[in-house]
């Protein structure tokens, strides 16, 4: 599927720069229908993908009145929960997202065609957070041998099953141990696309 000025969605390196996304937070909160979740639901963006992630609203409104409790065992026979009782958080983001498939097909279809991206969905309840549909993308990369090396012994070792795997996992290990350094730089990087919509145009 083609996005704005002819942009797909194949290899990173084939594509034109990606329409600006900075309101996408206010275009979905616009868009989600209320009571779907708690509050404004977090909007995750990169250059390949948006992210769209909420906690659930307690009880019902994730979704078990309108598929009917006894399909996910509350108050079915023999159950030792009483009438009242939570729907369990996985049932309860299980529902969700089958109840609101159709609608978020159609907000991610009218997303994809603005920004130029794929879009991801996802929900959080109590302790458990699960993301539908996420995009991989392959991004090539050139290592001297002393970086492949750290890759080979991540393999060698068994913490990962191909360099590229064990390279995920190093990204991964920057993105859990340099949140706030990253945080700080994503800030600076506002910052500075602000300064620059603020100046003369050329």
Excluded: H
């Amino acid at each position: 599927m083609a996005g704005p000025r002819g942009r797909g969605f194949g290899r990173s390196g084939d594509r034109a720069e990606p329409s600006p996304a900075g309101d996408a937070a206010d275009w979905f909160g616009a868009r989600i229908p209320a009571g779907w979740y708690t509050g404004p639901p977090e909007v995750i963006v990169d250059r390949d993908e948006i992210t769209v992630i909420g906690e659930l609203v307690d009880g019902d409104a994730a979704g078990a009145d309108s598929v009917g409790v006894d399909s996910v065992g509350v108050d079915a026979p023999g159950d030792d929960r009483v009438a009242g009782d939570p729907v369990d958080d996985a049932a309860r983001i299980r529902l969700f997202r089958e109840r609101t498939r159709d609608e978020r097909i159609a907000i991610a279809a009218d997303a994809e065609r603005r920004y130029g991206r794929r879009i991801a969905w996802g929900a959080a309840a109590g302790q458990r957070s699960e993301l539908f549909t996420v995009l991989s993308v392959p991004v090539m990369t050139r290592l001297r041998q002393p970086e492949r090396q750290v890759l080979d012994v991540l393999v060698d070792s068994g913490v990962a099953r191909s360099r590229s795997e064990a390279l995920a996992w190093c990204v991964r290990l920057v993105g859990d141990n340099a949140d706030t350094w990253l945080r700080q730089l994503r800030e600076a990087m506002e910052q500075v696309e602000k300064i620059r919509s603020e100046g003369p145009g050329l």
